[in-house]
Every structure is written in C-alpha cells, then in structure tokens.
C-alpha cells in the first residue's frame, strides 16, 4: 500500500519562466531509519523534500521540519515492496508535484530509486549501473573485468563451474547474497561437502547468491564522495576486527583511521578511485570494502555502494576530517541538479576510532567514557557505542583499548547472526 500525507501546496506557475526557477524536488528513499542529516541538508539547500520509507517506521524520529511529504509503503512477504504501486503512487503525486531527482538512502533502497528514475525518465544512477552497487556478482565480475585484485569467486548458476571453482580454490569458502547489506546471510564453509549441502539447500534460490574464496586479511573501508564523475573526497579506514567476525562471533565493533600519507592509505585510495570511475559513479556517497590479504599483502576488493556507510561510519569520518558525509552529499546533489558548481570545505587531518556493542542494559550509563577525546556517544536502547578523535592515533589505539575492555566487562551482550536476512 502506498500512501502519501500531504503538506499544503502552493499552485505550480505556468510559465516555463517560471518553471526554471521553482523550487527542486527530491524523492528519498529509506526504508530503514537513516539519514536524518541529509534530509536536513537539502531542505537547508531550499529544496522541496519527499520521502518514502517503511510503514513501521511512521513513528520514529525523523527530521519532520524538514520534510514536506511523507509517503509510507507497506511491507509484503519477507520484506519486499510492491514497486508496480510505489510507480502508480508517484504518478498520482507528479500530477501536480514534479520530482527532480531521487535519491536511495540506504543499500536495500538502491534498486527502488533506479527504477523509479527509469520509469520516470529523472536524471541520475539507471538500472544497469545501480546492480555494481547493490549485486555482489555484478559488482565482482564488473571489478575482475576492470584489471581490480577480486577473490576467486563463481556464481551458482551451474555445477560444473562450481566444482571447477572448488578444485582451483581451496576452502573456506563464503556463501553470499548478491542483495545484501553488511554481513547478513553470509555463511563460512569449510569442507566441499559442507558447501554442496549449503548449495543444496538454497534450492530454488541458489541463484540468488555466490561463492567466494575466503581470504584472511585486514579489512579497510574507504568513504568517498563523488562528483562529476571523480573521487572529491576519500577517508580511510581499518576495522579493528572484521565485519563478518563481529556479526557472527558476537564481538565488539571498531574502526579506526589508518595512518595519513602512509603506503596503506595510498593503496586503498588508489583502488576506490580506479573501482569507482570503472564502475561509472557520477554523483553520490559511497562505502567500499577491501581486504589486504595475510598471505601476499596485496590489497583486494570486496564490495562496494553508492551510500553512506552504515554503523555510525559517519560519525567517525566526521569526527577526524570535519567532513559530514550526509549533509556534502546532500548539498553536491543540490549544485549538481541546479547546475552549479560544488566545493568540498577544508578537510581536517586527524584520527578518530569508533565502538558500537549491543548491550545489556536497555539505557547504558555512558559516564564512564568521559575522556576529553570522546566526541560522539550513541543513544540507541540496548547499544553502548561512542567516537574519539585525536591528532594521535596511538591515542585513539589506546583508547580503542581500554574503552572495549570496559565494554566486554560491563556492558556487552551478543545475539546470533540472521542466517537468512529481512528483506
């Protein structure tokens, strides 16, 4: 069901004239609770702000000044959404509401927003660009044809190419969605026939995910801006321990910046450049992965998106570069769609570390994180999660340090990994 609630509308002049000048109109998309600092920055930017997102969440505390429409949408079986009447509600709207550009928020919402530009003939990312951002196969068959390090993987299409797969990589093997976010669904097999039976009971949606070899290493993430087709802006990262780690051992979540003007940052700049240009990114945020293999130190790419970065990223980036990524994509999209030119600010150079752990308490007191380099403290029921920003980063290491002991002491509570996603 879509519906929208409708804000007083002033009637749209007739003139092309005056056409030209009227306000801009953008579409966002987020069907989970995200990115309020967005919304904000374009309404800030004197555009007109619209936004669909999941029925369930009417009530959560969105940035509703700066929103003119909301129009919710329900949830059918597993999570999925009827686009044939998100399409016929849009249409209604743009009888009398013209929309300039559409914007997906987050990773499940990629999909939506490029087939309502297409349907709809709006400028931005189509169909055909948007699966290297959303489709783990397309993303990695997209990046091996372009010349960038992938891990050996195979789609599950056939099993003579599986079996090809398994006899020229050795195990583990990693089991992956090709339309999921973060770490969900993701299933580490050991053994051929582990593999096989996993294989198996995917049944008739086998299709759906890939094989990958699995690659011990350090994992990065690289949170950039694009504009115009080129990387304006690009922080550096390394978690702590990795994602799929964390989500299926029950661990405690950090990341940290690498070290500036070192080798490591270099190579990870390098690659997120080359990937997205080969990739055809002209407008947008984006959260890139890539792991530096224990085994021969190279640098390769795991995955990719045209957002910004779950898990509070944001917060940490913001925290040592003084750039918020929410609100400069929010304003680059606003000059890009008024034809004017976009200027990055002065980015700082500092260090910065993030936690995030469930918790048992539904309010953790936050008190005892009371060292002058904590900037940030997350207020979500059942999380303790906080950033520290220094001109150190040995200091933001240390702090990482003690503030997780203290966490795992106190305050952490682990739950078991989805075996199969929401949506």
């Not at 007083?8 to 966002?28: N, Y």
């Not at 790419?301 to 779950?310: A, H, I, K």
Request: proline share 4%; hydrophobic share 40%.
């Amino acid at each position: 069901m879509f519906c929208g609630i409708a804000s007083l509308q002033m009637p749209l002049p007739s003139t092309k004239s005056h056409f030209m000048a009227r306000t801009l109109t953008f579409l966002c998309i987020s069907t989970y609770f995200k990115g309020n600092d967005f919304l904000q920055a374009l309404k800030d930017a004197g555009n007109k702000v619209f936004l669909i997102t999941a029925k369930k969440l009417e009530s959560k505390p969105w940035v509703r000044e700066a929103v003119d429409e909301f129009f919710y949408i329900e949830e059918g079986e597993e999570g999925t959404y009827n686009m044939n009447e998100i399409i016929t509600g849009l249409a209604y709207v743009m009888r009398t509401r013209p929309i300039d550009r559409v914007v997906a928020l987050d990773d499940f919402d990629v999909e939506k927003a490029a087939h309502i530009r297409e349907y709809f003939r709006i400028p931005g990312m189509g169909q055909t660009t948007g699966r290297y951002f959303r489709d783990k196969l397309a993303m990695r068959t997209k990046a091996l044809e372009s010349g960038i390090l992938v891990p050996g993987f195979s789609a599950l299409f056939n099993d003579d190419e599986i079996n090809r797969f398994i006899e020229k990589y050795r195990g583990p093997w990693m089991i992956k969605p090709r339309s999921e976010a973060s770490a969900l669904g993701i299933q580490k097999l050991n053994t051929a026939d582990e593999l096989w039976n996993t294989i198996h009971e995917l049944g008739d949606k086998r299709h759906a995910y890939l094989v990958e070899q699995y690659k011990p290493g350090d994992v990065y993430h690289v949170d950039s801006i694009s504009y115009n087709g080129i990387v304006i802006f690009s922080w550096n990262s390394k978690y702590l321990a990795p994602p799929f780690d964390v989500a299926h051992g029950g661990g405690i979540f950090r990341s940290v910046t690498v070290p500036l003007d070192s080798s490591e940052e270099h190579a990870l700049q390098t690659l997120a450049v080359d990937l997205l240009k080969a990739f055809g990114l002209k407008h947008s945020a984006s959260h890139t992965e890539v792991i530096r293999c224990y085994e021969d130190g190279k640098y390769y790419f795991l995955e990719t998106s045209s957002r910004v970065g779950g898990a509070h990223l944001s917060e940490m980036v913001d925290a040592a570069s003084g750039i918020n990524l929410w609100k400069e994509w929010a304003r680059m999209e606003t000059a890009e769609a008024k034809g004017e030119n976009y200027k990055l600010p002065a980015v700082r150079k500092e260090y910065s570390g993030i936690l995030i752990s469930l918790a048992r308490q539904e309010k953790p007191d936050l008190s005892v994180f009371n060292d002058p380099e904590v900037v940030w403290r997350m207020n979500e029921p059942h999380h303790v999660g906080l950033v520290v920003r220094s001109k150190s980063r040995e200091k933001v290491l240390e702090l990482m340090d003690k503030y997780a002991a203290i966490v795992q002491k106190k305050y952490h509570a682990s739950a078991p990994a989805p075996k199969k996603p929401a949506h």
